[in-house]
């Protein structure tokens, strides 16, 4: 047996998961042995999503398809990152950058192909102090804000955009919040929409400005007045590392969109004057996660484990 082929049997000796899609997908054991040798970085990252990037760029794309190919990648992602990770191959760093920036690529991804699709029906949302569209701002929050996530973790995102108006250039028109809302619930859904290859991430949007109470998107006058008024001391912690995601980093509207978020965002975390309350919540919100944590150890089936 060649060292490969053990490493494989101790992959699906130790992962049902990896076991009951590698049987499902037996060519995949090729893939894998092309690429095990290799750490999973941005350049493999792309060259994974590749079919799904011609797709979502493609006339008429299926939703449909789309949707099964991002899930297919994101199967042979997980199986990546297990291989090198169960066989020592991979550091701890490089499965949660891996998770973290897969989900950063799969969401500029979708953000291009709902964009497509929008424009060609209502236009784009424009602004007339810039001259320019304006762009969906994703925030990610939490893990996927630390560069942390884990081959379980959710993403806890929050969608923004600059100010309210109407589009341009499209057969009709709407508000931009009604085209970003659009824009979102067709995101959240290529994501997290279960079938039968499964799904790419579940998403969680209850860190938004009032929860699952509040728009699903929100302009940043909107997110400033939040914060002001109704801003709680536990959202300043999540606020820290909350990063922002889309436009893409490499792109024309990043720098612009970041400074925009950290004129609002800085104030409200990093306060001028600390103030013994802040202290107090900060005692209150410690304590508030251990007794969580005790609980979680206490009802785990597997007493011993710890997370």
């Not at 709407?174 to 994501?191: A, D, N, P, V």
């Amino acid at each position: 047996m060649s060292h490969f082929s053990k490493q494989i049997q101790f992959l699906t000796t130790h992962s049902s998961y990896a076991a009951r899609w590698l049987n499902a997908r037996p060519e995949w054991v090729n893939w894998l042995e092309l690429h095990a040798g290799q750490k999973v970085d941005p350049v493999g990252i792309q060259a994974l999503l590749g079919e799904c990037a011609v797709l979502a760029a493609s006339n008429g794309c299926d939703e449909a398809l789309l949707m099964s190919h991002l899930r297919l990648a994101r199967q042979k992602l997980m199986l990546w990152l297990a291989f090198r990770d169960l066989n020592g191959l991979a550091s701890l760093d490089e499965v949660m950058r891996g998770m973290s920036q897969f989900a950063q690529a799969v969401i500029a991804l979708c953000i291009d192909f709902i964009r497509a699709e929008q424009k060609s029906r209502f236009g784009l949302p424009w602004s007339v102090v810039r001259h320019s569209e304006i762009p969906l701002m994703v925030v990610g929050m939490g893990k996927l804000g630390g560069y942390e996530l884990n081959l379980s973790s959710d993403i806890d995102l929050i969608f923004l955009y600059e100010c309210d108006g109407q589009t341009q250039n499209g057969p009709h028109s709407l508000s931009h919040q009604e085209w970003f809302t659009r824009m979102g619930k067709r995101l959240i859904k290529l994501l997290a929409e279960h079938t039968e290859d499964g799904f790419v991430f579940r998403v969680d949007m209850r860190l938004r400005p009032n929860g699952d109470s509040g728009p699903l998107v929100c302009s940043l006058p909107m997110l400033e007045e939040y914060l002001m008024v109704q801003g709680r001391e536990w959202e300043r912690y999540a606020w820290i590392k909350g990063r922002l995601i889309a436009p893409a980093p490499n792109s024309a509207d990043f720098a612009y969109c970041e400074k925009q978020l950290d004129q609002l965002i800085r104030p409200f975390v990093y306060r001028r004057h600390l103030d013994y309350g802040v202290i107090a919540s900060i005692r209150d919100l410690h304590a508030q996660i251990q007794i969580e944590a005790e609980k979680k150890i206490l009802t785990s089936p597997w007493p011993f484990t710890r997370h």
